[in-house]
């Protein structure tokens, strides 16, 4: 469905967010006969300055009046926090309302410039990592959707990276020419009803016809899922012998390589972890798939990498008068990431915060990875997952395993257990809805708690 065809429909924007918001400002212009916006719960958001600017054009329904504007509507526009699983958003197809996203409205538009990045982890930084080398090579492109600017809102541009949550692909109806698939694991069971209907969701993006599909070879579930779409689908995998890989250089050091030439030295990413070695092999996966001749740009390719920054709340370093590091990697929502996240810390004293919303995912792949690497740790537990991590991890002997009753208490807790030189990871394994609007604002607790729990700096002698 195109924004064109809202014309003259009734149609309703379900949210007060950053999406919600673009799709009102970009649906008004198209004169539907009715506009109006519905939210089903009170949200931080909802009273920001955002919406607040919309306020006197577009009313907004709460309540019984939300329910009954959704089941009238033609048209419902619903934010990515809108669960599939949402008993209005039921009811309303039941009745035959037309269901859509403001990333699928822009992208029946928009698909033949695309580059569509998704993945259970990674395609935050890998899709900002496409984006940021499109540029150093030459290729100006735009970055947006679940992060930054909203799919609705982005200026016009030859070339879009578009990092999109399973939440934006469920609507889709058109793919991006260009596809890019990080990883795959189970996530999000609740928003899409179970495993196999959030494989569903998520592979959504590429169910309508892209001219390629990018993926990481290396995700074993990932390559078992395509497989499923048969032998049409137009797939370029990487991290094979004849694509981008790591693998040790003429001086025994890693490399990135493209088949057996190498291109540049993994020192180049100023990234820790050997996930973001993965997640830059499939950014150069995305980069040669529109045409980048990356063994020819290799001198722009690692200037530009050069300049990157790590993303922001993805183990983001927050330094301290204390001497412990603080690291925010807010973003972690599921197992397979704070895995990772600690990892890249594991050589320093180390406190992890774990915990959030609870949508019964299995933890037992971090506890294996605890026990199997011996991880030694201070684990401290927040609400709402928090105790059944605990709980998960409880017979692992190189942990000690601490409750915190929210984010506030457990920083304090933090810093009672950690030395100076040592690591205060906030990497939750699980989403911030319930308790916090989104990660972001998980984030800003989280340093809002270090600024206030923080000792005097220590006078300058001079």
């Avoid at 793919?175 to 698939?181: C, D, E, G, K």
């Avoid at 412990?324 to 004293?349: K, L, M, N």
């Avoid at 991890?393 to 942990?399: G, N």
Wanted: a negative charge.
């Amino acid at each position: 469905m195109k924004l064109t065809e809202l014309r003259g429909r009734r149609v309703v924007v379900w949210g007060t967010g950053r999406e919600a918001i673009a799709a009102v400002k970009a649906i008004a212009p198209m004169r539907p006969a009715e506009l109006i916006a519905v939210q089903d719960q009170e949200t931080f958001l909802a009273g920001g300055a955002g919406w607040a600017e919309l306020a006197g054009s577009v009313p907004l329904r709460t309540g019984a009046e939300a329910h009954a504007a959704i089941l009238e509507a033609q048209v419902l526009v619903r934010s990515p926090g809108v669960a599939q699983t949402h008993p209005w958003l039921m009811e309303a197809r039941s009745r035959g309302v037309r269901v859509t996203g403001g990333t699928a409205l822009w992208m029946a538009d928009n698909a033949a410039g695309a580059i569509g990045v998704t993945g259970s982890k990674g395609k935050s930084t890998t899709a900002t990592l496409i984006s940021h080398l499109l540029t150093a090579t030459g290729r100006p492109n735009v970055l947006g959707g679940n992060i930054g600017t909203a799919a609705l809102a982005l200026p016009e541009s030859e070339l879009y990276v578009l990092e999109l949550s399973m939440y934006q692909c469920a609507d889709l109806e058109d793919s991006p020419r260009t596809a890019v698939l990080t990883s795959l694991y189970p996530e999000h069971l609740d928003w899409s009803g179970g495993e196999r209907e959030y494989y569903r969701d998520k592979l959504n993006l590429i169910a309508h016809g892209p001219e390629r599909v990018v993926f990481n070879s290396h995700d074993q579930r990932l390559t078992t899922e395509l497989r499923a779409f048969g032998p049409d689908l137009p797939t370029s995998p990487v991290g094979g012998p004849d694509s981008f890989r790591v693998a040790p250089g003429a001086g025994g050091e890693p490399w990135i390589h493209l088949g057996a030439e190498p291109l540049l030295p993994r020192a180049a990413l100023p990234l820790v972890g050997r996930h973001n070695e993965s997640n830059l092999c499939v950014a150069l996966g995305a980069l040669q798939a529109v045409g980048v001749d990356c063994l020819a740009q290799r001198d722009a390719l690692v200037a530009g990498l050069s300049g990157f920054a790590p993303l922001a709340h993805r183990l983001m370093p927050i330094e301290d008068p204390s001497g412990i590091t603080f690291v925010d990697d807010s973003i972690s929502t599921i197992p397979e990431s704070a895995i990772h996240a600690i990892e890249a810390f594991a050589d320093r004293p180390l406190t992890v915060i774990v915990g959030g919303q609870d949508r019964g995912v299995d933890y037992s792949p971090l506890r294996d990875f605890l026990h199997s690497q011996q991880i030694v740790a201070t684990v401290i537990a927040i609400p709402d997952s928090g105790e059944r991590i605990l709980q998960e991890i409880a017979d692992v002997p190189t942990l000690l395993t601490l409750s915190a009753e929210d984010l506030a208490a457990a920083v304090r807790l933090a810093r009672r257990h950690t030395p100076a030189g040592g690591v205060v990871l906030l990497s939750p394994a699980a989403p911030s809805y319930g308790r916090f609007d989104n990660y972001e604002h998980r984030s800003r607790v989280f340093a809002e708690a270090i600024a206030q729990t923080a000792p005097p700096a220590a006078a300058d002698p001079g």
